[in-house]
């Protein structure tokens, strides 16, 4: 009988949720993680694809909790294939698609178009959430028990918030019966409406309507006390205030069911950056102040913020070649993700393995707590870790080469990057999904075998 074999050889495996953190080979076969050990102790191994992985970290494959792809509705924005190959490209081996698409995902039908998109042109594993209210118009709440027998592993109205308070209790309910989370985007739009900037001196300076903190506390506080009474799971969504940090914090500490993501973009860049009026650094919610970035710094350490999720937003240049104002909020970034969040790590305000729980353990458990398995849920066994009968997703990265941003070479359609020209340090070098090689940068891996010579 012929087995599919794949070894990683000789790198730093990193796996935080298994309690791994060896230097030697990792064994995949037939899709799965068959043997982890010293390098050139596989047993069995002969033929089967062999994948140089030495002087680099070799981790479980990330996970994205929240990104756009567009499809269907927006393709000239991106597109599964483009999106799912971005992805590949940063690391990651599982992405969990927003539902606001055209139509958007609030019905088993556009589910089930995504599914059949993403195993015909995509080349890593997508996850669709669905729609919290119908048309996420926030009137009327979607049925979600058929999306869930779809398959959706969540459900959000993301680039909205579900704002009615009575429709979201009862959203909280009804997902808590069938095992899944909501994520909200936390924001009181008659706060923000017309806002495009944080509010603050740099909004005051481009004479810009300001988006304040408090706007995204007041809902974290309100999704909090509704967890709280209805005994539901909530994931708060690109979390970018300390005020929502403290909140997040304190409501773990009463044991409200809450889990929380934070952007590399708002854990490393402030309201400067958008200074002298590039509108690739507006997305919502907006960069905040040095405080701010500061505070999300030490909760990711903490683990009070259990993921780093892209929020990857791709738009065609003429969405951000307009006014400040006028400008669609976003960033491409996928393929940027690692090397951002890694300037965490090179600063010494984040450990490596950290880094890595917080984008493979972290997000694998929002994903899989408490999940009803008849819900039709597709989140594979084992997500996130490599332990053995684990599915076999790796990513292998040099946290150490460095890069200049170039948004031409993107994979995503999505060009809309603050890092553009910028040096980065932390690469992708090769991304499987499933015991199969979905990318592979001999450019990276190449250069890392110059830096040992050297």
């Avoid at 999306?147 to 109205?157: E, I, N, P």
């Avoid at 950056?273 to 909760?299: C, F, I, M, Q």
């Avoid at 890069?403 to 499987?432: E, H, I, Y």
């Amino acid at each position: 009988m012929r087995h599919d074999t794949l070894l990683v050889r000789g790198g730093r495996i990193i796996d935080p949720g298994a309690g791994i953190d060896v230097v030697g080979d990792l064994l995949v076969v037939d899709g799965r993680v068959a043997w982890i050990g010293e390098a050139g102790g596989a047993p069995g191994v002969t033929g089967g694809t062999v994948l140089p992985a030495e002087g680099m970290v070799v981790s479980p494959g990330f996970i994205d909790l929240h990104c756009h792809l567009r499809e269907p509705g927006f393709e000239s924005k991106e597109t599964i294939a483009s999106g799912t190959l971005a992805a590949a490209r940063g690391g990651f081996t599982t992405v969990c698609c927003m539902p606001n698409t055209r139509p958007p995902l609030d019905s088993p039908a556009t589910v089930e178009l995504v599914k059949a998109s993403a195993v015909s042109g995509g080349v890593v594993r997508v996850l669709p959430i669905g729609c919290v209210t119908v048309g996420q118009e926030g009137l009327e709440l979607a049925d979600m028990e058929a999306l869930a027998g779809a398959g959706v592993v969540a459900f959000s109205d993301d680039g909205r918030p579900v704002a009615g308070s009575e429709l979201m209790r009862r959203a909280l309910e009804r997902a808590a019966r069938l095992g899944l989370p909501i994520m909200d985007h936390c924001e009181d739009t008659s706060m923000t409406a017309g806002g495009a900037l944080n509010d603050g001196p740099v909004a005051a300076r481009l004479g810009l309507r300001g988006m304040p903190a408090i706007a995204e506390e007041v809902m974290v506080a309100r999704d909090i006390e509704l967890a709280r009474a209805a005994m539901a799971r909530v994931h708060i969504a690109h979390v970018s205030t300390a005020g929502a940090v403290s909140l997040i914090r304190e409501a773990k500490r009463s044991r409200v069911d809450i889990t929380a993501e934070a952007t590399p973009h708002h854990l490393t860049l402030t309201e400067e950056r958008a200074s002298g009026g590039d509108t690739n650094a507006k997305v919502n919610p907006p960069l905040r102040t040095r405080r701010d970035v500061e505070e999300l710094g030490v909760a990711l350490a903490e683990g009070v913020i259990d993921a780093i999720a892209t929020d990857h937003a791709p738009h065609s240049s003429r969405d951000k070649s307009v006014g400040f104002a006028a400008a669609a909020f976003g960033i491409s970034g996928l393929e940027t993700a690692l090397a951002v969040a890694l300037i965490l790590v090179h600063q010494g305000r984040l450990d490596l393995a950290s880094l890595v729980a917080r984008l493979t353990a972290g997000p694998a458990g929002v994903l899989g707590r408490e999940s009803n398995p008849t819900a039709g849920q597709s989140v594979p066994k084992g997500i996130g870790s490599l332990r053995p009968g684990a599915v076999g997703d790796v990513t292998v990265f040099d946290p150490d080469l460095e890069w200049v941003v170039a948004p031409q070479d993107f994979a995503s359609k999505g060009r809309n990057t603050p890092w553009a020209g910028r040096r980065l340090k932390g690469k992708v070098a090769a991304t499987v999904v499933a015991g199969s090689v979905v990318y592979n940068d001999s450019r990276t891996i190449d250069a890392r075998k110059g830096n040992q010579r050297s």
